[in-house]
């Protein structure tokens, strides 16, 4: 009997010491019942899909479902052009933009677990010239200068993951905040520049007075750009050569880039706009954003909040080597407890007064992600613990730990009149989960 007890321990032991099979995304096998969807239901997304397209809502785009690291949904609509010249192909390049960000955030937690810098550490101890930027207090409306008063706090690695630093897209703000980042040159700066380097960059954002003291609220901003250059500074490398070298190589993310190479230029889809009509045109000459960014010449500014182009395959990748706890095809990126800390509820004190993210209960920001917690139960049909973004241009993404699910939309239209789309794309993903 006692052997027997010893025996049944052991495999207990075993059993319980042996870590989950690691899933890897097959890009192989698009089999909706092996990732257990209804085939039948999941197809209603073509017909979603198509009836933005054929009403002129939607140029096309490429949209792909992974559960359990299978491919479930994998398919391109539309046309680059309206003349029906080129379609949309699974290998087509998005600009990401703001899905840069979860990146960038990816980067630094890289760091972080390695030991290198502490979330709670002063922006200032690594970027010096911060040390010095205050509060906005007067604005000049003559001139639009300005004065400052020093912060209650210094901005920490923690405030600009989860924008609450007081940094802001001037572009996106009104009145006196707008005025003072335009003085001084910080417009249409989140996705590249002509002329300055990330330095130059984040040296002229530090002359820019914040909104707000660090911690008080949150309010979306240039944040990640100034971890870009921390990263830069930390690590001793640009940040493209950090993401490659630490992201991209390892999870075989090939046609991701800041600028693109020559040979890829044809690959870039355009960027359409929705007139008062509804009808799409395309915007690619003349913008002021300069959409043709991605086809700049490399003169090293490397925008960590929104420089990024991207396929929807390469960025299934990096999402399924985060719902797998940092690891894809037996390549780490993170520890697993890592990226439990990176997608936890960072404003739980501020959602309490109201500073938060959103009003909706549930609605929350952990490090670099927005995130769906407990409370936002029935909101929608992600599950709590989903944690999401998307980009300027009309791009997408999720992760549903609990349905070990992953999607990613790409289109590129700005501005777009539709935005219940998406969530009418995700009803018919998760209406499709028949398991």
């Known amino acids: 009997m006692l052997k027997l007890i010893t025996f049944l321990f052991s495999i207990l032991v075993l059993f319980s010491c042996t870590p989950p099979p690691q899933i890897d995304l097959d890009t192989k096998v698009i089999n909706p019942k092996e990732a257990g969807f209804s085939e039948e239901r999941l197809a209603l997304a073509d017909s979603l899909i198509e009836r933005y397209r054929s009403n002129q809502w939607l140029p096309g785009g ?19 052009s309206l003349n029906f010249w080129t379609p949309y192909q699974n290998e087509d390049i998005f600009r990401i933009a703001s899905m840069t960000k979860a990146v960038t955030s990816v980067a630094v937690m890289q760091l972080y677990e390695q030991g290198k810098l502490g979330l709670d550490d002063p922006l200032k101890n690594y970027l010096p010239a911060f040390a010095e930027t205050g509060v906005l207090q007067q604005l000049n409306p003559a001139d639009s200068s300005f004065t400052t ?8 690695i ?43 960059f984040i040296d ?19 944040n990640m750009d100034v971890l870009g ?41 355009p960027v359409y706009a929705q007139t008062d009509q509804g009808t799409i045109m395309k915007q690619e000459v003349g913008h002021s954003l300069g959409i043709n960014y991605p086809k700049n010449k490399d003169r090293g500014h490397y925008a960590g909040g929104g420089g990024l182009s991207s396929t929807a395959l390469d960025y299934a990748r990096f999402m399924q080597a985060l719902l797998n706890g940092g690891e894809l095809n037996g390549q780490r990126i993170l520890g697993p407890k890592t990226v439990e800390l990176m997608t936890s ?13 959103s009003s909706i209960p549930g609605k ?38 609990k349905e ?14 539709h935005s219940e789309f998406y969530d009418r794309l995700t009803a018919v993903i998760y209406g499709a989960i028949d398991d």
């Open 204 to 222: 002229q954002l530090a002359r820019a007075p914040m909104a707000f003291h660090p911690g008080e609220r949150y309010c979306y901003g240039l």
């Open 345 to 357: 509820d960072q404003l739980v004190a501020l959602n309490k007064k109201g500073a938060g993210r």
């Open 404 to 417: 070990e699910l992953i999607f990613v939309g790409m289109t590129q239209v700005h501005p777009f009149n």
């Open 364 to 401: 929350t920001f952990s490090l670099g992600f927005g995130l769906l917690t407990e409370e936002a139960e029935g909101l929608n049909s992600k599950s709590p613990g989903t944690y999401e973004w998307g980009g300027y241009f009309n791009t997408q993404f999720f992760i549903d730990p």
């Open 62 to 80: 490429v949209f792909l479902v992974a559960r359990r690291g299978t491919i479930a949904y994998y398919k391109s609509f539309g046309y680059h």
């Open 158 to 200: 923690r405030h600009l993951l989860t924008h609450t630093s007081g940094l802001v897209y001037g572009d996106f703000e009104q009145g006196d905040i707008r005025a003072a980042y335009h003085k001084l040159g910080l417009q249409n700066v989140g996705l590249s520049h002509q002329s300055w380097t990330t330095k130059q």
């Open 229 to 269: 250059r921390v990263i830069e500074v930390v690590s001793g490398l640009s940040l493209r050569d950090y993401f490659q070298q630490h992201i991209f190589e390892p999870l075989e993310m090939v046609d991701t880039h800041f600028y693109l190479p020559q040979e890829k230029h044809e690959r870039l889809v």
């Open 149 to 156: 008063t020093p912060p209650q706090r210094p901005i920490t």
